[in-house]
């Protein structure tokens, strides 16, 4: 059964210019992208969507570095998705990271790690509600109306 995950490409990821790239290893892995934005945090969107965190003692960089600039979030179908999302993305810690992966090749420290990926599907929910609309989540998949030759023929 496919299921859903939700992802943020962080602002160093962002601003340093690697949005598509990070956008064509998900789609090569085989997700869909059924939501995809630009936006970006303020100081309370970030306690509230970090608020596990808080009491952490990286909160507060944790806020400084995702209130730095655009990120970019997306709803993300696959089968499995939520494991093999975080399986693709690798270790918190880009040290730690396996090869081959997200933040393996485009995080830069343990908070400027580049990407975020749901824990669970219950989070996953949740953490895409807070961005989009049921509206913004789109099911519909490319399908043609008419024939090809029918779209092409002017
Ligand atoms: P994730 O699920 O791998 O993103 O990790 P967590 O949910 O535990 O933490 C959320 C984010 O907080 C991580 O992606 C990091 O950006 C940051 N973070 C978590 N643990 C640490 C830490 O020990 N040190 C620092 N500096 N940042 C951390």
Redesign the pocket.
């Known amino acids: 059964m496919t299921n859903r995950t939700f992802t943020i490409i962080?602002p160093n990821a962002v601003g340093l210019g690697h949005t598509g790239e990070i956008l064509e290893i998900i789609e090569k892995a085989g997700f869909r992208i059924l939501a995809l934005k630009m936006v970006c945090l303020s100081r309370s969107d970030t306690e509230k969507f970090?608020h596990?965190?808080k009491e952490?003692?990286?909160f507060r960089?944790?806020n400084l570095?995702m209130t730095a600039g655009p990120i970019v979030v997306a709803v993300l179908e696959k089968e499995n998705a939520v494991a093999d999302f975080?399986t693709l993305?690798g270790?918190?810690?880009p040290a730690k990271a396996a090869e081959g992966t997200i933040r393996k090749r485009f995080a830069e420290?343990?908070?400027?790690?580049a990407i975020?990926?749901s824990?669970s599907n219950e989070n996953a929910a949740w953490e895409a509600s807070f961005f989009f609309t049921d509206k913004e989540i789109l099911e519909t998949t490319y399908q043609l109306p008419v024939s090809p030759e029918e779209i092409d023929k002017d």
């Open positions: 962080k970090y596990v965190h952490r003692p990286f960089t944790l570095f975080r993305i270790a918190t810690d420290s343990k908070t400027r790690n975020h990926a824990d």
